[in-house]
Each structure stands twice: as structure tokens, then as C-alpha cells.
């Protein structure tokens, strides 16, 4: 199993930048395909991005595409979500998963972290 905590959360201001972090402890980190999710209240919780073992493959939903770029560091077991142009819409909860497929569909993940508030004023 693995461990995920995330942090990096706050208020901020729209235009601003912030980097959400994912720290993971227990079984190899590399070993499994990381994303970000989140999830605004009175909302679902919606899939944001995705990154591979390696970091060589991305994916992201279209909302925040151009805007986010989801990174992992698997010599520090971290993985990242920096947000630039942030939105008021971007308003939620972040949370990291981690799943052992192959690809990583958004239904995939099994391991989640407690998640991380983001608040974005206009």
C-alpha cells in the first residue's frame, strides 16, 4: 500500500500561482500512476490530471489545460500539481490518488490522500 498527504492549500487570489505537493510513504512510489482530482462543494469530485511511472506521459482535463502541470519526483516519493491562472472556479478540495494499472483511468485510483482546500477570490 501507499500513503498519500498532501498539502500546499490556501487562499488565493485569481491570476495567482500555487503548487500543491502529494507526499507518499510505504510501498515504491514509482511504481504507481499518480493523479489529482478535486472536488467543489455541492459538486462531484472530478478528475484533473494524470502523470505515468516515469513523468513521461500527462493528461489533463480540458479546463485546466495550459494552466496546470501535474510533475512527480520519484527519488523524493512527491508528486506535484502546480496551478498558474488560477480561477474561481478552480475552487476545491485537491486530493492525490495513486493507483497500480497500467494507464490510469479516472475510476482506477485506490489510494487517496486526505485532500487539500484551494480557495480562489475573485
Known amino acids: 500500500q501507499v500513503q498519500l498527504v498532501e498539502s500546499g492549500g490556501r487562499l488565493v487570489q485569481a491570476g495567482d500561482s500555487l503548487r500543491l505537493s502529494c507526499a507518499a510513504s510505504g510501498r515504491n512510489f514509482r511504481g504507481y500512476v499518480m493523479a489529482w482530482f478535486r472536488q467543489a462543494p455541492g459538486k462531484e469530485r472530478e478528475f484533473v490530471a494524470r502523470?505515468?511511472?516515469?513523468?513521461?506521459?500527462?493528461y489533463y482535463t480540458d479546463s485546466v489545460k495550459g494552466r496546470f502541470t501535474i510533475s512527480r519526483d520519484n527519488a523524493k516519493n512527491t508528486g506535484y500539481l502546480q496551478m498558474n491562472s488560477l480561477k474561481p472556479e478552480d475552487t476545491a478540495v485537491y486530493y492525490c490518488a495513486a493507483t497500480l494499472s497500467d494507464y490510469g483511468y479516472p475510476n482506477d485510483y485506490d489510494y487517496w490522500g486526505q485532500g487539500t482546500q484551494v480557495t480562489v477570490s475573485s
Open positions: 502523470i505515468s511511472l516515469s513523468g513521461g506521459s500527462t
